[in-house]
């Protein structure tokens, strides 16, 4: 035998060195790139805006705001120096809040929105006895948690956000110009500001209006997130402060206007026909009809066990821009017949792409998934339309108006989209043959036509409009995103192709109330 | 030159360890045994393995999940092991890999994996009782999807390991061995630019996956071409999150699991075979899987050829 060496100085010192290198590689830089919106310096005060139509209310002066003390009154004084006070004094955690709201108060509640969305969109698992328990909005936390946030629940939760930020806006730019309360720090040029201050007169509080109305329609929708979203409404109005940019008497007028208007349009929500809007008893009637206008094999779920199918009766919610006998006049053709030389050909394209699925195919299944866990399509497309928004440097109110026309013109198309589903009751591909696979999770519901295309066609349209320069862009990702369906191997071709032009047909109603509100 | 060659053939059981860790859990479990190859010969093994299993930890609930039924991961893996010195070895592998799930409607995903390189190094050695460092680091060879999990055939990190081995052999041939290891995984890119992590939506493409690492003991007996071995093995990652409830597994879970397995080999001349059986007894996050592996192994000098026959 040879003789052994108790200790190698040279391979432990080689061996130290590959460690060392090797942390240094890929212990560094171990944070992701999360983008960090800048804070927002609108492009133009929309004075006007006070004019502009609201969706629920009557009128901008449908809810009264009082008066304010005038700036030379004694008890303004006394706010200021208030306000004074706690600028003072403010934390590097509060200068923080100031900068996260900064970046706009309708788009912070817009993504806050889509974070619930994408937190409760879990679809209940089956019991011990195959049943799937539903979930029960008096007990939102209990396993199923309430509510299951799929995408027309989410479509409908950020139109009523929308739609309450915007009336609430509009309102509160009425009592802006009709007040001209000046901002403190042009009162008072003492008063310190963390944000740039523009002449958008101050009072009531643009900030406390949009925080009290989206508060008021996101605990009704999120009944779980109560004390989340408390802090969430007492940090935005507090960041106000802090920055210099209100008096206490701007937040409360703003708070108290903005739960008016919340009130107001929670009262349209109970009586959107979303609670009868599972009603499963209507789906043998819906199957029967769905035979005798050409359905031969209707669709049924295929999950073990089979799951009921995803809000039958949401077709007949009330929808935004148009009236209810309008949806059935947005519905399409019947698809091509089963066994039809023309289903046969869509069919065929599936049965290849699920041998040969390319990467890219995967990609593009996979970006536009926004499947379980996520925010849903209608919250991609609300993240674009906040992102141009805030790109663009536009007011409050204007990014309201935006994401109204976008969020009710999603929620329209997510209403004729189950019309449609619904009616027709067709097979998704995974039915008529088992070699179809998916790569992005299947939805249960009926195929015809693709949710994907008709929110996306609706979104893109909508923004195309508001941002004729992102046009050609805007329509490319719609169409994208309803390819994606046939490469994710969960649609027909003709679903996706016939979903995306009745989107941009339901947006256009949007675009048309857009070209009439008074802001264009 | 008997117990040359006896030392070589035992070297190339490090081939079929390999793919353990690839199927049952998403860190690699890479050589691991204190056995070397000499200088100047090498060994190549190829691997067929087999995981499988029916009930699966989310988060800490043990369920099972009537729309995938039987989750099934195969692969095929070359491997080679190259004797610098007795001391130093130096062993590159790669995977093809194969998943699918016998009921439901979740797509198939195969391709290559990661390919993976490794140096060890045995630095004490002594009446039988030796130390080894080893050193590790794994890039994917390709873009397979990495977040449609559990189909997809990996994750997409890079990593780093770092292990330290102790090992003694008593002469009759049973031996003790203990490792332990940390694994540096890098941030992963998914074709998606939204994900929820740790209760927190993100607006990114970018993921962090957690650093893990591991440790085992093994004891077997080991003399004149014939291997027989027990082991236990427990990983986990530095961190991370669950599943969610009734949600899919990510790249970001910590997924933990602790491995009871036995492994034999025979090799009683330069072509042997190996074959390794393991199951899940307890984890998070991961599927309670059963597997196995069998291999050949072939084992060559790749200078001066003749002047060990």
Redesign the interface.
């Known amino acids: 035998m040879k003789t052994k060496h108790i200790f190698s100085l040279k391979g432990t010192t080689a061996t130290t060195v590959i460690l060392a290198t090797l942390m240094m590689v890929f212990s560094c830089s171990k944070t992701v790139n999360d983008p960090v919106a800048s804070i927002n310096i609108p492009s133009s005060l929309d004075e006007n805006a006070g004019n502009w139509k609201p969706y629920v209310l009557a009128a901008t002066s449908e809810i009264p705001v009082a008066e304010p003390n005038a700036a030379t009154s004694a008890e303004y004084k006394a706010e200021i120096q208030k306000l004074k006070d706690v600028t003072s004094k403010i934390t590097a955690q509060q200068r923080e809040q100031v900068n996260y709201w900064g970046a706009g108060a309708v788009f912070r509640w817009n993504e806050i929105g889509r974070e619930l969305a994408a937190r409760y969109n879990t679809p209940p698992a089956s019991d011990k006895d195959g049943k799937y328990p539903l979930p029960d909005a008096a007990n939102p936390l209990a396993d199923p948690k309430f509510p299951f946030a799929n995408p027309p629940y989410t479509a409908r939760a950020l139109a009523y956000l929308s739609v309450a930020q915007y009336d609430a806006l509009i309102t509160a730019w009425n009592y802006k110009f009709k007040y001209n309360r000046k901002a403190p720090s042009k009162t008072d040029q003492s008063v310190l500001t963390l944000l740039p201050v523009t002449d958008l007169p101050s009072y009531p509080s643009e900030d406390a209006v949009v925080a009290e109305a989206s508060v008021i329609i996101l605990k009704a929708m999120f009944p779980g997130e109560v004390p989340f979203l408390e802090q969430k409404l007492a940090e935005h109005k507090n960041s106000r402060l802090w920055a210099g940019m209100n008096v206490e008497s701007d937040i409360s007028a703003g708070a108290e206007l903005g739960k008016a208007v919340g009130a107001k349009v929670m009262a349209r929500a109970k009586t959107d026909g979303m609670g009868t809007a599972n009603n499963q008893a209507k789906t043998a009637e819906m199957i029967a009809n769905a035979r005798t206008i050409g359905t031969t094999e209707p669709w049924v779920s295929q999950e073990v066990p089979a799951r009921p199918p995803m809000l039958p009766t949401y077709g007949g919610v009330l929808p935004w821009n148009f009236d209810r006998p309008t949806i059935v006049t947005l519905r399409p053709e019947a698809p091509p017949a089963l066994g039809s030389a023309e289903f046969q050909k869509n069919m065929d394209e599936l049965l290849n792409i699920a041998k040969n699925q390319t990467r890219e195919q995967a990609r593009i299944a996979s970006f536009w998934s926004d499947g379980v866990g996520s925010y849903t399509p209608p919250g991609h497309w609300h993240r674009r339309g906040a992102n141009l928004c805030h790109d663009n440097s536009f007011s409050e109110v204007r990014t309201a108006r935006t994401l109204a026309l976008l969020g009710t013109a999603i929620q329209d198309a997510g209403i004729c989209c189950w019309d449609t589903k619904y009616y027709y009751y067709y097979p998704r591909p995974n039915q008529m043959s088992r070699k179809v696979k998916t790569s992005v999770g299947l939805p249960n519901f009926p195929s015809y036509t693709s949710g994907h295309s008709m929110f996306s066609g609706a979104g893109a349209e909508v923004l195309a409009h508001i941002f004729p320069s992102e046009a050609e862009k805007l329509n490319a990702m719609a169409a994208e995103a309803s390819l994606s369906r046939i490469y994710g191997l969960i649609h027909y071709r003709f679903d996706c192709e016939t979903g995306l032009a009745t989107g941009h047909k339901v947006g256009n109603y949007a675009v048309q109330r857009a070209k009439t509100d008074g802001a264009e | 030159m008997v117990i040359s060659l006896q030392k070589n053939l035992r070297a190339c059981s490090a081939a079929v360890l390999a793919l353990l860790g690839i199927s049952s859990a998403a860190f690699a479990q890479m050589p691991n045994d204190a056995i070397y190859m000499s200088k100047n010969t090498a060994c190549l093994a190829v691997s067929y393995s087999h995981s499988s299993w029916d009930k699966y930890w989310e988060n800490s609930l043990k ?1 099972e999940n ?2 995938i039924g039987t989750h099934t991961t195969q692969g095929v893996m070359p491997m080679l092991a190259v004797g610098i010195t007795k ?2 070895n130096v062993i590159a592998a790669i995977p093809y890999l194969w998943t699918q799930a016998s ?6 995903q195969r391709g290559f994996q990661d390919v993976s390189g490794w ?1 060890k ?6 009446s039988g009782f030796s130390l080894h ?1 080893i ?1 590790g ?1 794994s890039l994917p060879s390709n ?1 397979y ?1 990495p ?2 999990l559990p189909m997809s055939i990996g994750i997409q990190c ?3 390991t ?1 292990r330290l081995l102790a090992s003694y052999r008593h002469k009759t041939g049973v031996y003790l061995t203990a490792s332990g290891s940390y694994i ?4 992963i890119k ?7 992590a740790g ?6 493409n ?3 996956v957690p ?1 893990a690492y591991d440790a085992a003991v093994r004891v077997g007996y080991l003399k004149k071409g014939i291997q027989a071995e027990g082991f236990m093995e427990h990983g986990a990652c530095d961190g991370g999150d669950n599943i ?5 597994p990510f790249p970001t879970n910590n997924m933990k699991s602790t491995i009871a397995g036995v492994y034999a080999k025979y090799q009683p001349k330069n072509i042997g075979v190996n074959a390794r059986a393991a199951y899940v007894l307890d984890g998070r996050n991961v599927g309670q899987s059963t597997s196995f592996s069998l291999g050949v192994l072939y084992q060559f000098r790749y200078i001066g050829k003749s002047s060990e026959k």
């Open positions: 369920r009537f729309n001391n130093l009921a439901g409607n979740l797509k198939w140096i190094y045995r630095f004490v050695n002594v460092a050193a680091a873009n999807v977040d449609f890079k990593t780093a770092g540096f995984r890098s941030k998914i074709d998606r630019d939204a994900y929820q209760d927190r939506l993100y607006g990114t970018e993921v962090v650093n969610r409830r009734n949600d899919m």
